[in-house]
T-cell receptor, first 113, second 114 residues
C-alpha cells in the first residue's frame, strides 16, 4: 500500500538555524507530494508541493525536491524563525481512485529565540 | 472570501449519543473529504465524496456516516457505534480534476466524549 514516513519530533532549533525534516514514501504509481503545516488548534495549510520527479516546491523560504530515486521529499529551510514553530506533515496523492491524501505522522518543530 | 467552514469548533458528547459535524465550502469544489487526527498521529481518511449524491468509505469508516445532498455541504455523523470518537476532525475539498490540485482544509472540530 501507500505510506509516508517522517522523522519523529519534536525538532528543537534556535532561531536562524538550518532546518531539515526528512520524508520518504512508498507508493504504487507516481504520486504528487505535498508538505502541509498546522499551527496549534488550526486546520492544515499547504506549504508547498511537487508533481513529478526532480520538481522543486518552494514557499516562504521552505524548499523540497521530489527525488524519485530515493523516494524522498525532504523539507528544508535555511534560517528558521520563531513563527515557523508548528507541526509539519508530508503527504502523497495518487491520480487514481479516491485521490485522498496519505499523510505521515507529522513532525513538531519548536524554534527558540 | 472562498473557503471551508466547520462547526462547531468544540463539541462535547455524552456516551451513546450521535453528533453531527458540519462542513461547508464555497469553493465550487466537487470532491470533499473527512479526516480524523489523533495526538501525535497523521490524518486518517474517514469518508470521501467525489460528486454530489455519491460517497465512499475511507480507511476508518466504522461508526461514522455521511451525506452529500448538496455540492457545498458534507456533514459527518459520529454515531454511538464509534468506540473512541474523541479526536480532531478535519474536512477538506478540492476540484475533481488532477491529482496535483491542492486540497484545502477547514479549521477543524474538536470532539470530546464525556
Amino acid at each position: 500500500g501507500n505510506s509516508v514516513t517522517q522523522m519523529e519530533g519534536p525538532v528543537t532549533l534556535s532561531e536562524e538555524a538550518f532546518l531539515t525534516i526528512n520524508c520518504t514514501y512508498t507508493a504504487t504509481g507516481y504520486p504528487s507530494l505535498f508538505w502541509y503545516v498546522q499551527y496549534p488548534g488550526e486546520g492544515l495549510q499547504l506549504l508547498l508541493k511537487a508533481t513529478k520527479a526532480d520538481d522543486k516546491g518552494s514557499n516562504k523560504g521552505f524548499e523540497a525536491t521530489y527525488r524519485k530515486e530515493t523516494t524522498s521529499f525532504h523539507l528544508e529551510k535555511g534560517s528558521v524563525q520563531v513563527s515557523d514553530s508548528a507541526v509539519y506533515f508530508c503527504a502523497l496523492r495518487l491520480d487514481t481512485g479516491r485521490r485522498a491524501l496519505t499523510f505521515g505522522s507529522g513532525t513538531r518543530l519548536q524554534v527558540q529565540p | 472570501d472562498g473557503g471551508i467552514t466547520q462547526s462547531p469548533k468544540y463539541l462535547f458528547r455524552k456516551e451513546g449519543q450521535n453528533v453531527t459535524l458540519s462542513c461547508e465550502q464555497n469553493l465550487n469544489h466537487d470532491a470533499m473529504y473527512w479526516y480524523r487526527q489523533d495526538p501525535g498521529q497523521g490524518l486518517r481518511l474517514i469518508y470521501y465524496s467525489q460528486i454530489v449524491n455519491d460517497f465512499q468509505k475511507g480507511d476508518i469508516a466504522e461508526g461514522y456516516s455521511v451525506s452529500r445532498e448538496k455540492k457545498e455541504s458534507f456533514p459527518l455523523t459520529v454515531t454511538s457505534a464509534q468506540k473512541n470518537p474523541t479526536a480532531f476532525y478535519l474536512c477538506a475539498s478540492n476540484p475533481r480534476g488532477g491529482f496535483a490540485d491542492t486540497q484545502y482544509f477547514g479549521p477543524g472540530t474538536r470532539l470530546t466524549v464525556l
